[in-house]
């Protein structure tokens, strides 16, 4: 699975950007889908996940009610909606693959097999 992450940016605190990961190589209904990110001096971590049919969503307790995960499994896409954005959401942010595995959760970032490079997220406040 190849995977390319895209629309970051810098934003004022309370904006929103919307993020994208484009798949390619399988087929993503079997993937499980996750953004992490990781911050300067901080290690990586988990932000939201969403199983391979879509139906299953989880969120860190730190963006939950603000950032929507989704996905296209007919354009091989998944999304990121940030609303509401924080100082502290600043972070490159990754999008990555996994098997969808029964009764697997998705919020362990070393968990994932494939990883896209990334895209920068700077919120000013």
């Known amino acids: 699975v190849q995977l390319q992450a895209s629309g970051g940016g810098l934003v004022q605190a309370g904006g929103s950007l919307r993020l994208s990961c484009a798949a390619s190589?399988?087929?993503?209904?079997?993937?499980?889908m996750g953004w992490l990110r990781q911050a300067p001096g901080k290690a990586r971590e988990f932000v939201a996940t969403?199983?391979?049919?879509?139906?299953?969503?989880s969120y860190a307790d730190s963006v939950k009610d603000r950032f929507t995960i989704s996905r296209d499994n007919v354009e091989n896409t998944v999304y990121l909606q940030m609303d509401s954005l924080k100082p502290d959401d600043t972070a490159v942010y990754y999008c990555?693959?996994?098997?969808?595995?029964?009764?697997?959760?998705?919020?362990?970032?070393?968990?994932?097999?494939?990883w896209g490079q990334g895209t920068q997220v700077t919120v000013s406040s």
């Open positions: 990555a693959a996994a098997y969808d595995w029964p009764n697997y959760d998705g919020r362990v970032p070393g968990d994932y097999a494939y």
């Open positions: 190589g399988r087929t993503l209904t079997n993937y499980r």
């Open positions: 969403i199983s391979g049919s879509g139906r299953s969503t």
